[in-house]
């Protein structure tokens, strides 16, 4: 009896021994004599107890590694605090366990001293302005070194650029200038600005002023050509007339009557406003001087 349990509880420890049970996104790493055997896939898998033995476990989601701050020196000569994280995944889980002792120790510190030899590479002001290049190379030198540890690095971000305080204070400085010399170019593109707005509205004024100026002095000058000329046609229609009227009958003797009275007309008003008269002498005779008048009107006829 006491054999019959003894062999039931060996055989009970040896099925439990036997089944393994590897959880999903994981994968076990089997040695079978201190050598290494298989690698075991998620779900339910079959081992030789007391022979075979699990080694390493490693889970092959994506990780992130908080990579620890470091001083970094720049091209120019400026210690610089740095921290980043840094995202991998386990790729090939034999070359995980045997690859490297500590696969985790060795991508956090090539993370770190390649980050130190890329940022020794630049200026401080190009460190802040490229910080994905600086993620970029190193995610390319940690691959190409991690192939060989079973691991693939996915990405890795810089957490935070911390400068020392005196240069904090001084690009505080250098901003507070930049911004004030900003402030002072727009101030003087504005009144630029202003002043050719101003310019060129008293340019259009001027022209404007001077076009209505132009066209007031052709409307002038039109409408005294048309007074002209409507007084030369009023004159000519006025001679025109007259010389028809002459040449009608009784046309001469009104005329004589006409040059009568304005000879009269002319002696009164010399009387009237100068205090020396100049006469003819034969004033008594006006019929000859009317005769003389009308002999001037004839020749002209």
Not at 49 to 61: C, G, R, S
Not at 135 to 142: E, P
């Given at each position: 009896?006491?054999?019959?349990l ?21 994968a ?94 630049m ?91 132009k ?30 009227a ?43 001087m ?12």
């Amino acid at each position: 009896m006491e054999i019959a349990l003894f062999i039931l509880l060996a055989a009970i420890i040896f099925i439990v021994k036997a089944l393994k049970v590897v959880p999903q996104q994981n994968a076990w790493v089997v040695e079978r004599l201190g050598r290494f055997h298989a690698t075991l896939s998620p779900g339910l898998n079959v081992v030789i107890p007391f022979i075979d033995n699990v080694a390493y476990k490693h889970m092959l989601k994506e990780v992130p590694l908080d990579v620890p701050s470091q001083i970094c020196i720049t091209k120019d000569n400026t210690q610089l605090q740095v921290d980043g994280i840094l995202y991998f995944q386990v790729t090939d889980p034999k070359l995980a366990s045997y690859g490297t002792s500590n696969y985790i120790m060795a991508i956090t510190q090539l993370a770190q001293t390649t980050l130190r030899s890329v940022i020794g590479k630049m200026e401080l002001d190009k460190t802040f302005e490229e910080r994905d290049d600086i993620n970029r190379a190193v995610v390319a030198a940690l691959d190409e070194a991690a192939t060989s540890w079973g691991v693939k690095v996915l990405r890795y971000e810089i957490k935070d650029l911390t400068p020392p305080k005196e240069i904090l204070h001084a690009m505080q400085a250098q901003i507070t200038a930049e911004r004030e010399k900003r402030a002072l170019i727009a101030a003087s593109e504005g009144r630029k600005q202003e002043q050719i707005n101003i310019a060129t509205g008293e340019r259009e004024a001027f022209i404007q002023r001077s076009e209505g100026e132009k066209q007031a002095a052709i409307n002038t000058a039109q409408g005294e050509a048309a007074a002209i000329i409507a007084v030369a046609t009023a004159t000519a229609q006025a001679i025109q007339q007259v010389a028809q009227a002459i040449q009608s009958p009784g046309g001469m003797d009104a005329v004589n009557l006409k040059v009568a009275e304005k000879y009269v007309e002319a002696f009164g008003n010399v009387a009237k406003e100068g205090n020396t008269l100049i006469l003819p002498g034969n004033l008594a005779d006006m019929g000859s001087m009317v005769a003389t008048a009308m002999s001037i009107v004839k020749t002209q006829k």
